[in-house]
């Protein structure tokens, strides 16, 4: 995972939206995530959505971002929200919450 000096790492949240819970959706942004070396969390929303949070260098969070919009073959995302967020140091490797 990054070590990386604070100003160079960024952190950003995304919700997913479609047919993203009960298709692996999760799992799947844990590989994504894990092959990119970021550190965050992936976790179902009771609304039917997932959030995620990554932090990592920005070029990184943008290949993940490509990722969340495919999804995993069983799913199907209509839409991905990003907002930027604060870098939350603490944080080691990705898992779901």
């Known amino acids: 995972m990054h070590k990386l000096a604070p100003s160079i790492m960024r952190a950003r949240k995304f919700w997913i939206s479609g047919q993203v819970q009960g298709v692996g959706y999760r799992y799947f942004a844990i590989r994504a995530a894990r092959e990119l070396g970021l550190n965050g969390w992936v976790r179902n929303l ?46 080691e490797g990705f898992d779901i919450r």
Do not use: N, Q, T
């Not at 495919?70 to 604060?86: F, K, N, Q, T, Y």
């Open 46 to 91: 009771s609304d039917g959505r997932v959030e995620a949070y990554a932090a990592g260098p920005a070029r990184l969070l943008e290949d993940f971002e490509a990722r969340l919009r495919l999804g995993p073959p069983a799913g199907e995302v209509r839409g991905v929200e990003v907002e930027d967020s604060a870098v939350d140091a603490r944080i």
